[in-house]
């Protein structure tokens, strides 16, 4: 487990610098899809298959495919990218802002001391059937909330990207 | 089987975290700011998942799960964003959208 | 006679001069109107303030005690009720007799003087709102609805004397005449706030003033008595306060001649009379006004001998009359005063609506070593002329005489030997002054030859009037001790002060020497100039002939100290602190404005660089707060 656990983090850290590192957008996607996919197996990790699937579904199948379609529909070169000539002082300066948060939110969630494994109640925890039980009795309201943002968003996207009328 | 300390996955998030903020000050290329920001969302989402697990209760997945969602949501509306502003701007540097830049003074 | 037609008597001066503004500014602005009917309006108004006048003369003769009219309430505050109020009584309706008669010989006189001019509608309206003023300020029935006419003749003193406002030194002119009034007005305003203060509850009108005088503490009498004569020194031009009349010579000459005889100079002495309630319980106070006459009167007479301006001469000759009213009053002899105020509008008018004539005649010369031997050229001026300086110069059996020997006798009487030496001998200056300006005017030799304007009947007449009056108006006041009524004492009873006891051949000695020092003062100048000799070089310059130069000090000593303050206060104060500091103020907001716009860049990342700063600066303060 340990190693396994190791070897995912190392993979999603990897791929979010590189994400943030590569010039190239193309890069960055894919570097961005290692990621994805090393959390999806951190879920799995963690017992929660049925988002490990979606993770891989929704992010690495959807999200990342529809990013690359655009960066492709848009025809983006490599000379389309943005000057950046002080990228890697910038990072330094933003690293630097970060550690005070990091530090806190670290103090705060140590401060919870975590000791040893979890309590899991049943074998079942964090599949597919046990997340619909509790996602259609207890938390119907915001899924059906949650289904009425992805149709606006579905019907503002149409709006927005379409090529406007010449009047 | 020793199990993994639960600090090590929220170090690991911890630090996914801040790797996407650093990428959304640091760069200037739109698509690579979107994905340091569903970066972020992701690292949430792996704090989520590994609560969820600790304390015993389907909340915090179900949670990431409309985490996901709206993730969804999101990467349709901004990329659509993306098309009409390149379609307009002819770049995906972010420095370019500045069209509310206060111009002259008094 | 019913009282409310008191009102009438301001009314009518005063409506007329609405109209009249109306007429003149419909006459500049649309068509031009003819001046007759500027005159018809303006000569009407006085003439029926006169008439109403005298029909209360005669409901008084008859037995009235007096009249009172108060038609509304002018201010009414928590029990405290200013009603506008009108008094007739003896004082006031003789005030008005005299005021309406000689003002409307003025106006007739100033519709030939003013003939042609082309502010002829404006100056009537301002001549008809400067005899309602003056109206209201005698007819008034409560020391407030006496402080609208005050003001009121100060406004229209300053509009006449500034009437040729094109003249820079006209305007300076009205603005000293003005601001001079104004310093006597805060006086006069201090002194009713006082009194107003201490018995204003109990009702305001002279009627409770007289009644609940005494309850106010004497100390406090003393303050509201010297107070309000400030207010008298201004209106009344005495020393200190004096400066603004003889500079008031710059307005027509009509005008002059309403300020000394008829309205203006005479509140004073009339306020002082009014409130003799006031000033019987407080004698010291009295004295002191009395000291103040007597030397206002022999310092305009001394400076009057050098001056050379026909009218500056009569001016200074006003402030000295005014000098022996004010002893007559200070003294408590205020019948006496007023009889004085009264021969005195005959004779001053008349004078000077004779030097008017003679200034029109001359084409608008003023200076009287420029005319000479104009006895022949214009003798009817002459004659009434002549009429005026022997009433002036106190030569029975001219007006003047009568009056001013009352005054004398007054003084004497009172023990008060140093205001009698220097009435004595300022009635000596008097009569040389008065005579120099005749014979320098009249007679003389080696004058110039001139081509005379002719003067209107308009002018004429008025003045022919008034010399009847000035040469018998004293009969009206003649002495009881020749067997005479003295009506003028009997008239008004209430206000005649002391009885006089004095021996009958003591009082033809008294009359003897005050003759005498007028005739003294006759022949010095009939040597010095009845045979003037014109081809000579007019000296002025010197001591006197500068007025003492009090004009000067007064510049220096205030004028200039208040235009340094002013300077002071705007350029170091108000440019340099509070203009800076405001300026400064905004400048500095306008660049923090300009600082804060800069972050509004509308670079996104740059936002979202602040919001990391802040993030982080709010768990730096968490991490120090929660400690570790």
């Given at each position: 487990?340990?190693?396994?656990?190791?070897?995912?983090?190392?993979?999603?850290?990897?791929?979010?610098?590189?994400?943030?590192?590569?010039?190239?957008?193309?890069?960055?996607?894919?570097?961005?899809?290692?990621?994805?996919?090393?959390?999806?197996?951190?879920?799995?990790?963690?017992?929660?298959?049925?988002?490990?699937?979606?993770?891989?579904?929704?992010?690495?199948?959807?999200?990342?495919?529809?990013?690359?379609?655009?960066?492709?529909?848009?025809?983006?070169?490599?000379?389309?990218?943005?000057?950046?000539?002080?990228?890697?002082?910038?990072?330094?300066?933003?690293?630097?802002?970060?550690?005070?948060?990091?530090?806190?939110?670290?103090?705060?969630?140590?401060?919870?001391?975590?000791?040893?494994?979890?309590?899991?109640?049943?074998?079942?925890?964090?599949?597919?059937?046990?997340?619909?039980?509790?996602?259609?009795?207890?938390?119907?309201?915001?899924?059906?909330?949650?289904?009425?943002?992805?149709?606006?968003?579905?019907?503002?996207?149409?709006?927005?990207?379409?090529?406007?009328?010449?009047? | 089987?020793?199990?993994?300390?639960?600090?090590?996955?929220?170090?690991?998030?911890?630090?996914?975290?801040?790797?996407?903020?650093?990428?959304?000050?640091?760069?200037?290329?739109?698509?690579?700011?979107?994905?340091?920001?569903?970066?972020?969302?992701?690292?949430?989402?792996?704090?989520?998942?590994?609560?969820?697990?600790?304390?015993?209760?389907?909340?915090?997945?179900?949670?990431?799960?409309?985490?996901?969602?709206?993730?969804?949501?999101?990467?349709?509306?901004?990329?659509?964003?993306?098309?009409?502003?390149?379609?307009?701007?002819?770049?995906?540097?972010?420095?370019?959208?500045?069209?509310?830049?206060?111009?002259?003074?008094? | 006679?019913?009282?409310?037609?008191?009102?009438?008597?301001?009314?009518?001066?005063?409506?007329?001069?609405?109209?009249?503004?109306?007429?003149?500014?419909?006459?500049?602005?649309?068509?031009?109107?003819?001046?007759?009917?500027?005159?018809?309006?303006?000569?009407?108004?006085?003439?029926?303030?006169?008439?109403?006048?005298?029909?209360?003369?005669?409901?008084?003769?008859?037995?009235?005690?007096?009249?009172?009219?108060?038609?509304?309430?002018?201010?009414?505050?928590?029990?405290?009720?200013?009603?506008?109020?009108?008094l007739?009584d003896?004082l006031s309706?003789?005030m008005?007799?005299?005021?309406?008669?000689?003002?409307?010989?003025?106006?007739?006189?100033?519709?030939?003087?003013?003939?042609?001019?082309?502010?002829?509608?404006?100056?009537?309206?301002?001549?008809?709102?400067?005899?309602?003023?003056?109206?209201?300020l005698v007819?008034a029935n409560s020391p407030i609805i006496m402080f609208?006419?005050w003001?009121?003749?100060?406004?229209?003193?300053?509009?006449?004397?500034?009437?040729?406002?094109?003249?820079?030194?006209?305007?300076?002119?009205?603005?000293?005449?003005?601001?001079?009034?104004?310093?006597?007005?805060?006086g006069f305003l201090v002194g009713i706030v006082y009194l107003f203060?201490y018995v204003?509850?109990?009702?305001f009108d002279y009627g409770a003033l007289e009644d609940y005088v005494s309850?106010v503490?004497?100390?406090i009498l003393v303050i509201i008595g010297i107070s309000l004569f400030i207010g008298a020194m201004?209106k009344s031009?005495?020393?200190?306060?004096?400066?603004?009349?003889?500079?008031?010579?710059?307005?027509?000459?009509?005008?002059?001649?309403?300020?000394?005889?008829?309205?203006?100079?005479t509140a004073g002495v009339y306020m002082v009379a009014r409130f003799h309630f006031l000033y019987d319980l407080i004698p010291?106070v009295g004295?002191f006004i009395?000291?103040?006459?007597?030397?206002?009167?022999?310092?305009?007479?001394?400076?009057?001998?050098?001056?050379?301006?026909?009218?500056?001469?009569?001016?200074?000759?006003?402030?000295?009359?005014?000098?022996?009213m004010f002893?007559?009053v200070g003294?408590g002899?205020y019948?006496?005063g007023l009889?004085?105020?009264?021969?005195?509008?005959?004779?001053?008018?008349?004078?000077?609506?004779?030097?008017?004539?003679?200034?029109?005649?001359?084409?608008?010369?003023?200076?009287?070593?420029?005319?000479?031997?104009?006895?022949?050229?214009?003798?009817?001026?002459?004659?009434?002329?002549?009429?005026?300086?022997?009433?002036?110069?106190?030569?029975?059996?001219?007006?003047?005489?009568?009056?001013?020997?009352?005054?004398?006798?007054?003084?004497?009487?009172?023990?008060?030997?140093?205001?009698?030496?220097?009435?004595?001998?300022?009635?000596?200056?008097?009569?040389?002054?008065?005579?120099?300006?005749?014979?320098?005017?009249?007679?003389?030799?080696?004058?110039?030859?001139?081509?005379?304007?002719?003067?209107?009947?308009?002018?004429?007449?008025?003045?022919?009037?008034?010399?009847?009056?000035?040469?018998?108006?004293?009969?009206?006041?003649?002495?009881?001790?020749?067997?005479?009524?003295?009506?003028?004492?009997?008239?008004l009873?209430a206000w005649?002060g002391?009885?006089?006891?004095?021996?009958?051949?003591?009082?033809?000695?008294?009359?003897?020497?005050?003759?005498?020092?007028?005739?003294?003062?006759?022949?010095?100048?009939?040597?010095?100039?009845?045979?003037?000799?014109?081809?000579?070089?007019?000296?002025?310059?010197?001591?006197?002939?500068?007025?003492?130069?009090?004009?000067?000090?007064?510049?220096?000593?205030?004028?200039?100290?208040?235009?340094?303050?002013?300077?002071?206060?705007?350029?170091?104060?108000?440019?340099?602190?509070?203009?800076?500091?405001?300026?400064?103020?905004?400048?500095?907001?306008?660049?923090?404005?300009?600082?804060?716009?800069?972050?509004?860049?509308?670079?996104?990342?740059?936002?979202?660089?602040?919001?990391?700063?802040?993030?982080?600066?709010?768990?730096?303060?968490?991490?120090?707060?929660?400690?570790?």
């Amino acid at each position: 487990m340990d190693i396994i656990f190791l070897v995912l983090a190392l993979l999603a850290l990897f791929g979010a610098t590189s994400t943030i590192m590569f010039s190239n957008t193309v890069h960055s996607a894919l570097g961005f899809v290692v990621t994805v996919l090393a959390l999806a197996g951190l879920y799995a990790l963690l017992n929660a298959t049925f988002l490990f699937m979606v993770q891989i579904i929704v992010y690495a199948g959807a999200i990342i495919a529809l990013l690359l379609f655009v960066i492709m529909f848009l025809n983006i070169q490599q000379s389309h990218a943005p000057k950046e000539p002080n990228k890697y002082l910038l990072m330094l300066v933003s690293a630097i802002a970060i550690v005070p948060f990091d530090y806190l939110l670290f103090k705060a969630f140590y401060s919870m001391s975590f000791a040893g494994d979890a309590n899991i109640t049943t074998k079942d925890f964090g599949n597919i059937k046990m997340l619909g039980n509790e996602l259609f009795k207890n938390w119907i309201l915001p899924f059906e909330a949650i289904s009425l943002l992805l149709l606006v968003a579905l019907i503002g996207a149409v709006v927005l990207a379409r090529k406007k009328e010449r009047a | 089987m020793i199990e993994v300390s639960f600090m090590s996955y929220i170090l690991l998030a911890i630090i996914l975290f801040s790797i996407g903020i650093v990428g959304v000050i640091s760069r200037k290329n739109i698509f690579i700011i979107y994905m340091s920001l569903e970066l972020m969302l992701n690292s949430i989402n792996l704090i989520l998942v590994s609560l969820s697990r600790y304390f015993g209760s389907m909340d915090g997945q179900i949670i990431a799960m409309m985490v996901m969602a709206i993730a969804a949501a999101e990467a349709v509306v901004f990329l659509s964003l993306i098309v009409s502003l390149y379609r307009l701007k002819h770049s995906i540097n972010i420095d370019d959208y500045n069209s509310l830049k206060q111009k002259g003074i008094l | 006679m019913s009282s409310n037609f008191l009102s009438w008597i301001v009314l009518i001066p005063l409506f007329s001069s609405i109209l009249l503004g109306a007429m003149y500014l419909y006459s500049i602005s649309v068509k031009k109107i003819a001046d007759r009917y500027f005159t018809f309006f303006a000569l009407l108004a006085p003439m029926a303030s006169f008439f109403i006048g005298f029909l209360f003369f005669l409901g008084l003769l008859n037995g009235n005690g007096e009249y009172i009219y108060e038609p509304y309430t002018w201010l009414g505050v928590n029990g405290y009720i200013i009603s506008m109020g009108f008094l007739g009584d003896k004082l006031s309706i003789f005030m008005v007799l005299f005021v309406t008669f000689i003002g409307s010989m003025i106006h007739i006189y100033a519709s030939g003087y003013m003939k042609g001019d082309d502010g002829y509608g404006k100056f009537f309206s301002y001549f008809n709102l400067f005899m309602a003023s003056m109206l209201l300020l005698v007819l008034a029935n409560s020391p407030i609805i006496m402080f609208i006419g005050w003001e009121g003749v100060g406004l229209c003193s300053y509009l006449l004397i500034g009437f040729y406002f094109t003249e820079p030194l006209n305007v300076v002119a009205g603005n000293k005449a003005f601001i001079a009034n104004r310093v006597g007005d805060l006086g006069f305003l201090v002194g009713i706030v006082y009194l107003f203060f201490y018995v204003g509850k109990l009702g305001f009108d002279y009627g409770a003033l007289e009644d609940y005088v005494s309850i106010v503490p004497n100390h406090i009498l003393v303050i509201i008595g010297i107070s309000l004569f400030i207010g008298a020194m201004g209106k009344s031009a005495q020393i200190p306060l004096y400066v603004w009349l003889p500079d008031a010579m710059a307005g027509p000459t009509p005008v002059s001649a309403l300020i000394h005889a008829a309205t203006m100079v005479t509140a004073g002495v009339y306020m002082v009379a009014r409130f003799h309630f006031l000033y019987d319980l407080i004698p010291h106070v009295g004295v002191f006004i009395a000291y103040i006459g007597a030397f206002s009167s022999l310092f305009a007479a001394i400076i009057a001998m050098k001056q050379t301006d026909i009218k500056k001469i009569l001016a200074y000759s006003t402030i000295s009359q005014l000098g022996y009213m004010f002893i007559a009053v200070g003294l408590g002899a205020y019948s006496t005063g007023l009889f004085h105020v009264f021969t005195h509008a005959f004779f001053k008018a008349l004078l000077f609506m004779g030097a008017g004539a003679v200034i029109i005649a001359l084409h608008h010369e003023q200076n009287i070593f420029k005319m000479g031997g104009l006895r022949k050229k214009i003798p009817l001026i002459y004659s009434v002329m002549l009429v005026g300086t022997l009433a002036i110069s106190g030569i029975p059996p001219f007006s003047g005489f009568f009056s001013k020997d009352e005054v004398l006798l007054k003084a004497y009487n009172h023990n008060e030997y140093l205001i009698y030496g220097i009435g004595l001998f300022t009635a000596g200056l008097t009569a040389y002054y008065m005579f120099r300006l005749f014979f320098v005017t009249f007679e003389g030799k080696n004058y110039k030859e001139r081509k005379m304007q002719n003067i209107s009947w308009s002018m004429k007449a008025p003045l022919v009037i008034l010399a009847i009056g000035a040469a018998f108006a004293g009969f009206v006041g003649f002495p009881k001790i020749f067997g005479g009524a003295n009506l003028i004492d009997s008239w008004l009873e209430a206000w005649s002060g002391a009885p006089t006891h004095i021996e009958f051949s003591a009082d033809i000695m008294l009359m003897s020497v005050s003759v005498l020092a007028g005739l003294i003062g006759i022949s010095v100048a009939y040597f010095k100039f009845f045979k003037y000799d014109f081809n000579q070089d007019i000296k002025e310059s010197g001591l006197v002939y500068n007025k003492f130069y009090i004009d000067e000090i007064i510049d220096f000593l205030i004028v200039r100290r208040m235009r340094d303050l002013s300077t002071f206060v705007a350029v170091v104060i108000d440019d340099g602190f509070i203009d800076k500091t405001v300026m400064s103020l905004s400048n500095g907001f306008i660049n923090l404005g300009r600082r804060v716009g800069r972050m509004q860049s509308a670079n996104t990342r740059a936002y979202a660089f602040f919001m990391l700063v802040g993030l982080s600066s709010f768990s730096i303060y968490l991490i120090l707060k929660l400690g570790k």
